[in-house]
C-alpha cells in the first residue's frame, strides 16, 4: 500500500493490526483472542500495537486500553522526534540509526504523515 517507513516499527504493526482487522471483518470475524505464544506480553509493545489496530478496526478482542502504546508510540510522532533531536546534535548518529530508512528515500521525520496516509488508505481501501 506503500508504507515506506521500518516494518518493525510500532506504527507498521499497528496499521498491519488494522488492515487484519479490516479484512477479518469482511470474513465475518467480529470477535478474536490475542495469543502470544509463550512470549511474555510487553505493555506498548509491538504486539499490542498490532491488538490495538485491530481493536480500531472493529473487532472485539478482551485486552484494556491499558496495555496499547500511547498515541505518540502509534502515530510514529515518538520516532519523529528522536530523529529531529538526533539530526540536530550530530547529523553522524542521525544518519547512522536511520541508515536503512534514509537509503530507501524515507526520513523518519516523515512518520507522523506516512502514518496518517496509510491509515487513511487502509481505512477506506475497498472490500
Known sequence: M???GS???TPACYLLGMLAGKKALEKGVKEAVLYNGLAPFIKGGRVSAFAK???DA???V???????????RLTGKAIAEYA?????????SYEKSF????KGGFKP???PSQFEKMKSAIAGAKK
Do not use: C, D, I, T
Not at 478482551?62 to 505518540?72: D, L, T
Not at 541508515?99 to 534514509?102: E, F, S, W
Open 99 to 102: 541508515a536503512k530508512l534514509l
Open 109 to 111: 521525520e516523515e512518520y
Open 62 to 72: 478482551p485486552v484494556g486500553e491499558e496495555a496499547f502504546p500511547s498515541e505518540e
Open 7 to 9: 516494518l518493525k516499527s
Open 84 to 92: 529531529a533531536k538526533l539530526s540536530a546534535e550530530s547529523r553522524e
Open 2 to 4: 506503500g508504507w515506506q
Open 58 to 60: 472493529g473487532v472485539s
Open 53 to 55: 489496530g485491530v481493536v
